[in-house]
């Protein structure tokens, strides 16, 4: 079936760096997500995003946090600079509508560790 | 508020064995229900989904979940599972007035053979 692939699978940076997790969605797809993941916890919202613009943002998505998606290319969420906390698994999902019954297609995830 | 409880975090089972694995719900409006598995090293894949009609909804590889308003539980079931069924189970919500969904915990399903 359609995949969605989250490139690296693991990144680990020391605190105050910047990073750039990358997605790159169900080709005809027009919605992405963004979800977080700490670990023994629930996997949470982060952010929605659609026609180049954020539509939904949670709590959890700092300001030092930013998604774009560059001439259809990978869909990125970029961490400026990075802390201890942000450290989870950051699972990038795809759906071809934004309704409510719209299946979301999920990525691997990639986990990040801040040191 | 909308929220997803799965009060099961481990269940075993045997092989061959019947499954149920819990979900209760809290939704202010109409809920969109889900259960997507995620096998280990994969991203998570739809199962099945609810959203209105008959409460007993077919998936794929057998399984099955019953929608209940009056108990705001959606539970996953399968009559026989198999060794490859063992993975994470998660229920989740969908708010019907945004894309915002919401997760369960999730479930790890072990199938001993």
Aim: glycine share 8%.
């Amino acid at each position: 079936g359609p995949k969605v692939l989250q490139i690296p699978s693991h990144q680990i940076i020391d605190m105050g760096q910047m990073v750039t997790l990358n997605c790159d969605p169900v080709s005809n797809h027009l919605y992405f997500y963004w979800y977080k993941q700490i670990l023994g916890q629930q996997m949470e919202f982060l952010v929605n995003f659609y026609n180049g613009k954020v539509m939904e943002k949670s709590k959890l998505f700092k300001d030092q946090f930013s998604v774009e998606r560059p001439d259809g290319s990978y869909f990125t969420l970029k961490i400026q600079p990075t802390a201890l906390e942000d450290s989870a698994v950051y699972f990038c999902a795809s759906s071809s509508s934004g309704g409510n019954y719209a299946e979301q297609f999920f990525g691997p995830g990639t986990r990040l560790t801040v040191l | 508020a909308q929220s997803v409880t799965q009060p099961d975090a481990r269940v075993t089972v045997s092989e061959g064995a019947s499954l149920q694995l819990r979900c209760k719900y809290s939704s202010s409006g109409t809920p969109y229900l889900f259960w997507y598995v995620q096998y280990p090293r994969q991203g998570l894949q739809l199962l099945l989904k609810y959203y209105s009609g008959d409460p007993v909804v077919q998936g794929v590889n057998g399984f099955e979940a019953e929608f209940s308003k009056s108990n705001s539980s959606f539970h996953l079931r399968k009559a026989s599972v198999h060794w490859s069924d063992s993975a994470v189970y998660f229920c989740v919500l969908r708010r019907n007035s945004n894309n915002r969904i919401f997760f369960g915990d999730g479930t790890q399903l072990v199938v001993k053979p």
